[in-house]
Every structure is written in structure tokens, then in C-alpha cells.
């Protein structure tokens, strides 16, 4: 049991902390993991955007997570830092496109047309990430319009590549 866990209730995280995307943050998370002090919670996509949840980490624990409206859940979130436990939120990614454009005029258009459709998006390296929230057809679809656009290569990825 660690400070702030009463017996027989959750956990109750009320914050993000920062993100182990960002460097101190990362330390911190391998040095947690290094000492066993590293717990996930495993979200799935449609959740991440609810701010109150019960759920159990990859130890068992039994969390509730209650964040307030204007904060956002995202992979690497930090929840808990403190008491020699570290617990970060996993969202789940599920099928994603990469789409890689041929020049900067298509890193332009391609960016703008994802914008327009509200698609949910990350910028890796030199590419797009598309998180795809239903089946392929309409994403393929809507690039066939993009490709009358600009110049760009597009690539499946399946959850945690």
C-alpha cells in the first residue's frame, strides 16, 4: 500500500505530472523501471478521452483516475511520482497510416487536408501518423482525394510498431 491508497479503495490520481516523451521525464520512468517501481495503466483509444476511469495497472492495482475537463490523457502521461511508484498511462494505438510526403509542398497540403478532417494526427520523423478510429476504406477513400494533391507514400502500422 503507498501513501494516499486507503485499504480497499483505488488510487486516486488527480494530475498529470509530464509526459516520459520529454527527457527528464524518460530518466525518471527507465530509473523507475530499472527499480520496479514502474506501473502502467493500459488505456484503450476510445477511453483516453474520458477524465474519470477505474482501472487496474500491470501490477493489479486498483487506480481511479479523475482528472479535471482541461487536462488530456495522453500516451506517456505520468499519473503518480512519488513514494518510490511511478505509474504512466498506455493508450493503446490500434492500426495506424503513416503518411510520408514526396516534398514540402505535399508536407503542406497533406498536413492541411488531415487538419480539415479532424483526423486524429502525429508527426514522426518525416511523417504523418494517422490513428485510424474505424475501418480502412474511408481513410483510403479520403487519400485517394489527397493524392489529386500532392505526392506523398502511405504505410499500415498495426498497435505498438
Not at 527499480?35 to 478521452?49: H, K, N, Q, Y
Not at 477513400?141 to 505498438?160: G, N, P
Request: net charge neutral; with cysteine.
Amino acid at each position: 500500500m503507498v501513501y494516499g491508497q486507503t485499504l480497499g479503495q483505488p488510487l486516486v490520481l488527480s494530475a498529470v505530472l509530464g509526459n516520459t516523451r520529454e527527457p527528464s521525464w524518460h530518466d525518471r520512468a527507465h530509473a523507475a523501471d530499472a527499480a520496479g517501481e514502474l506501473e502502467i495503466v493500459r488505456i484503450a483509444p476510445a477511453d483516453a478521452p474520458r477524465r474519470r476511469m477505474r482501472l487496474r495497472t500491470d501490477k493489479n492495482r486498483d487506480i481511479a483516475i479523475a482528472l479535471p475537463r482541461e487536462i488530456g490523457l495522453v500516451d506517456g502521461a505520468v499519473l503518480r511520482n512519488e513514494d518510490g511508484l511511478m505509474i504512466v498511462a498506455r493508450i493503446d494505438a490500434g492500426p495506424r497510416l503513416r503518411l510520408t510526403p514526396a516534398d514540402l509542398a505535399s508536407a503542406l497540403r497533406l498536413g492541411y487536408f488531415c487538419g480539415n478532417l479532424h483526423w486524429k494526427a502525429n508527426f514522426v520523423k518525416d511523417s504523418i501518423e494517422i490513428q485510424m478510429d474505424g475501418p480502412d476504406r474511408p481513410f483510403q477513400d479520403r487519400l485517394a482525394d489527397a493524392r489529386k494533391l500532392c505526392a506523398f507514400t502511405v504505410e499500415r502500422l498495426e498497435a505498438d510498431t
